[in-house]
């Protein structure tokens, strides 16, 4: 333990707004405030982000005087290294680095204002910038210093590269003004693939949003976006699309607060009040567009206008269409065909029932299964012993030999039907499916899905391929709302960061951008959610220990599940 005139700093609580944009930068899993006094800011980060392990260490405070982990991916030492004497500063960083290689301190360079009881000062090592830059370049590659929260007497140092937003808001940040601004068309570019879920959210401004919505789709960024957020509807079901991105209000995003960063357009006054309404409701990242960027916008706008690009753009898009239309009329008697004799004799049949669909998140282990229920298995969750399934959903997927083989296995045990999911003829995913032999059994159904995501949901999943979601879990969402069930129970659905999709053992199971994937499924399940408000308002979907859901549906939890 090493000599101190007085406890460790732990005044990290001042600095929240500075370390909680670092946190949303590196997305660390956990968290060690390193000298966290009595705890402030271990509270406050882990009530800040749930998600996150926030340890806390102080050996003069004895709730925290043991260490409780040996790496972690990020550590926060605020106000700490003045209390330390100079002779034991390099054992104190040394083991700082041997715990993680991201490190923000926050230092002090002056005599404390208080005097200890045995006439010392409070603060026992008075060093300055450059002699912590010669320490802390013997333990790390990179150091960043930047200005304290009195620049007299403080400075911070970062231990890993920084992104220009932090950088050029700093000094708001450290003196907890968190407002963030972008006005560089190269930096919100960079920021779009900096961060992985992205949502514009217009506030009485659609003309702004619509030009940066129009530039982002001629230069191909717009899939960058998830959505295009509103504060309500008018009309609360309307299915609205601008850019090919739809329009959803705030309270169908529980799921993308904790995750997504809003880029917000409003007039400059009232920047203040949309920032503190936000965060009421639980959206931790947001950063303001400036004017100056929307001009920039406008800018590159006109120069694509002016050199024959928009025209080419629309000569493309408008040939695509009639493509896309063309193939449509001749898909519509293949996707009536296949559907209708999948799913007719379902329309309504578990009318006042329960349904219970299944998946393969880690929060699906705590559900016990219900006896009157109707359980519908997705992919490999029929392994589950303990329920006896009616219908499983699986869909087209690479396999070989062996896993087909172990699919039919899965197939003797469901009690009426398999609903297999396939692609349209013209479609190249269709390579990827069964054998024709698998398709032909007796309790097999195929249907259409569609993994569109700019299309409205169609109630008559007879003719209409059936919106997937982008997940097998979003075709069986649709069939069991074509029952018009009574209660409909989502269970391991768990779309979070600990959970099935994002953490899949199978690397294969979503194809390219596995965290675009998984932002359209979240946004998926809310225009679910909708869309059963207006055709099923007497169905409640209710989900089972939720986890990257939590708040859009009805939440249940199991004892099991909250004791873990």
Not at 115 to 132: F, K, M, R, V
Not at 470 to 489: D, N, R
Not at 526 to 543: L, V
Request: one cysteine or more; a neutral charge.
């Amino acid at each position: 333990m090493h000599k101190m005139n007085t406890s460790y700093g732990g005044g990290g609580i001042d600095c929240i707004a500075a370390i909680s944009a670092l946190i949303d930068f590196l997305k660390p899993k956990t968290i060690l405030d390193y000298g966290c006094g009595k705890g402030g800011l271990v509270k406050a980060l882990a009530e800040k982000y749930p998600n996150v392990k926030v340890y806390g260490y102080d050996p003069a405070v004895e709730k925290f005087s043991k260490m409780p982990v040996d790496k972690a991916d990020l550590v926060v030492n605020t106000d700490v290294l003045e209390h330390i004497p100079e002779d034991e500063l390099p054992e104190t960083v040394a083991r700082i680095a041997s715990i993680s290689q991201n490190v923000f301190f926050h230092l002090h360079h002056a005599k404390a204002a208080s005097i200890l009881p045995n006439g010392e000062n409070a603060h026992c090592t008075i060093w300055s910038p450059q002699q912590y830059a010669n320490l802390f370049s013997k333990y790390f590659s990179t150091i960043n210093f930047l200005p304290g929260k009195n620049p007299a007497v403080n400075t911070c140092c970062v231990t890993f590269n920084l992104p220009d937003e932090i950088k050029n808001q700093w000094e708001n940040l450290i003196r907890g003004n968190i407002r963030m601004y972008v006005n560089d068309l190269g930096n919100f570019i960079r920021l779009l693939y900096t961060y992985k879920e992205n949502i514009i959210f217009p506030v009485n401004d659609w003309n702004n949003a619509n030009v940066i919505l129009d530039y982002l789709k001629y230069y191909n960024h717009i899939d960058r976006i998830c959505c295009v957020a509103v504060e309500a509807f008018m009309n609360e079901f309307q299915e609205l699309f601008v850019a090919e991105r739809p329009v959803l209000p705030l309270n169908l995003l529980p799921h993308f607060r904790d995750t997504a960063v809003l880029f917000v357009t409003a007039p400059n006054q009232y920047h203040e009040t949309i920032q503190q309404n936000l965060k009421r409701i639980g959206f931790k990242q947001i950063i303001f567009i400036e004017e100056n960027l929307i001009k920039q916008f406008q800018n590159e706008l006109q120069k694509f206008y002016g050199s024959g690009g928009m025209i080419n753009w629309f000569m493309n898009h408008f040939t695509e269409k009639f493509r896309e239309m063309e193939f449509r009329i001749a898909e519509q008697q293949e996707v009536c065909e296949t559907n209708t004799a999948a799913f007719a004799e379902y329309k309504n049949r578990f009318r006042g029932k329960k349904v219970v669909i299944v998946g393969s998140g880690p929060s699906a282990k705590y559900y016990k299964p219900m006896p009157d229920a109707i359980h519908i298995a997705l992919n490999f969750a029929w392994r589950r012993e303990d329920i006896s399934f009616d219908y499983l959903f699986t869909g087209d997927r690479n396999v070989n030999k062996n896993s087909e083989i172990k699919m039919q296995q899965g197939f003797e045990k469901i009690r009426h039907k398999i609903f297999m999911g396939k692609h349209l003829a013209r479609n190249t995913w269709r390579l990827l499916d069964f054998g024709e032999e698998i398709y032909s059994m007796n309790n097999v159904r195929c249907y259409i899905k569609d993994n569109s995501f700019e299309k409205p949901i169609e109630q008559n999943i007879c003719l209409h391929p059936i919106f997937s979601n982008g997940s097998i879990a979003g075709s069986a969402l649709g069939f069991a709302l074509f029952t018009y069930p009574k209660e409909l129970y989502l269970v391991g659905c768990d779309t979070a960061s600990n959970g099935y999709f994002y953490e899949n053992s199978n690397p294969n199971h979503i194809k390219g951008n596995k965290n675009m994937a998984t932002h359209k499924m979240k946004v998926g399940y809310a225009r679910y959610k909708k869309f059963t408000q207006q055709y099923y308002p007497d169905t409640r979907i209710i989900s089972v220990n939720p986890v990257g859901l939590k708040g859009l549906f009805e939440d249940i939890y199991t004892d099991d599940f909250l004791k873990k």
